[in-house]
Structure formats: structure tokens, C-alpha cells
């Protein structure tokens, strides 16, 4: 189980980048959304290891442990939709498609028993295909500022996936500025190299329109 906070991934940030793409054409709409993390972490301590035991006592010995932790993932999500409704305050969208997610996390970790050292990794990685289905859309609270959204779920080579957004946003002439959080999440299988992952978070970005 590996859990990394937002201050380490700042500080241990080795490439990030987040995009999204959107085309329409009268009601129908194609979008695409792409996520790249790529983090290192390094982090130690000692821990008492059991090396032998006896009716009257438990024979331990400390263990020095310096583990580094990266983590590579691709999150792309692939929609078409359809303005299902639109008002001057409101729209829906409803959507279809697919996400792709490849991750890869390797953890070394360097054993040490006095002066004696040994260095093994060990790495989970899987590329994961998922059907989804969602709603997306604005709540406009005046000619200016509007509450984006977004929710969809789907199931494919993992359990079920989901994933959530809203916030807030601004329209200028030239596009809109919005800051919205996000949460992603998957369930796995049981068994398997991943159990479950979700990423989460604030998200402050710029929508040109062209």
C-alpha cells in the first residue's frame, strides 16, 4: 500500500501534465482528457524484524530500511455526447467512451543488519481498459460565474471506475478560468498486482475557445 500526501508530490515531482481537448458540432460533442504523473519519493526508519522465538521470549533485531518509491501513470479518458438539454441557466451532456489507465509502481527497498546491506525491488504495474457512461454540464450562476460538473462510472477490466468534478468558473471574452476538484477512483480485482487506486485533488486551469 503506497500513499503519497500533495506536499510530497510537490516535492518529489519529477513530470506532471493534464489536459483536455473538446470539439463540438450542434449537439453532438467528441473530448478526450489526458493525465501524466510521474513522482519519486524516498523515505527510512528501523523496524523491529522477528528472527526467533522461544516460550519465553521473542528474539528481534533492528532493521535499517531505506525505500525509494516512483510511480508512472497514463490516464486518458475518451467521450462522445449529446446535449441532452440546455437552458440560459443549465446544460447536460451525456457521454460515452472509454478510460485507459497504464501505472506502473516500483518500490526498492535497502535492507540493512548491522554493517550488511541487500537492495530488492519489487513492482506492480497493469494497463487497465474501462467502458464508461456520465453527465457533464454547467449551472450558470450569472452572465459570468457558472458551477461546472461532471460525473461518470464504468466497469471493464477493473471492477468499477468513477469518477467526480465540480467547482467554479469564470467567463472572460477569450475562454474561461476555473478551479474545480477532482476524485478518481478504481476497484480491482482481488488477487492481482493492484488493489485500488484513486487520485484527487484541486485543479485551477484555463478553457480557450477557438
Known amino acids: 500500500e503506497v500513499d503519497i500526501s500533495f506536499d510530497e508530490l ?42 526467533g522465538s522461544t516460550p519465553e521470549a521473542d528474539f528481534l533485531a533492528k532493521v535499517d530500511v531505506d ?67 456520465g453527465v457533464k454540464g454547467d449551472v450558470r450562476l450569472n452572465d459570468n460565474w457558472y458551477v461546472p460538473y461532471y460525473l461518470d462510472v464504468g466497469t471493464g477490466d477493473s471492477d468499477y471506475t ?3 468534478a465540480a467547482g467554479v468558473g469564470y467567463k472572460f471574452d477569450w475562454g474561461d478560468v476555473k478551479l474545480v476538484y477532482r476524485y478518481m477512483d478504481w476497484d480491482f480485482s482481488s488477487g492481482g498486482d493492484l488493489d485500488d487506486l484513486n487520485l484527487s485533488g484541486p485543479m485551477l486551469g484555463a478553457r480557450f475557445h477557438f
Not at 501524466?36 to 527510512?44: K, M, R
Not at 441532452?84 to 451532456?93: G, K
Not at 550488511?116 to 467502458?131: K, S
Request: net charge negative.
Open 162 to 164: 468513477w469518477q467526480i
Open 67 to 133: 525505500a525509494h518509491v516512483k510511480l508512472r501513470a497514463w490516464v486518458m479518458t475518451f467521450t462522445g455526447g449529446y446535449n441532452l438539454w440546455q437552458s440560459e441557466r443549465a446544460t447536460l451532456d451525456v457521454i460515452a467512451g472509454a478510460r485507459y489507465l497504464e501505472i506502473k509502481v516500483s518500490l526498492e527497498p535497502t535492507l540493512r543488519i548491522g554493517g550488511l546491506g541487500e537492495t530488492v525491488e519489487d513492482t506492480a504495474a497493469g494497463v487497465i481498459w474501462d467502458g464508461i457512461i
Open 10 to 51: 510537490i516535492n518529489n515531482l519529477n513530470m506532471a501534465f493534464m489536459g483536455d481537448f473538446e470539439i463540438r458540432k450542434s449537439k453532438w460533442l467528441l473530448a478526450t482528457d489526458i493525465i501524466y504523473l510521474n513522482v519519486g519519493v524516498d523515505g527510512g526508519g528501523t523496524v523491529p524484524v522477528l528472527v
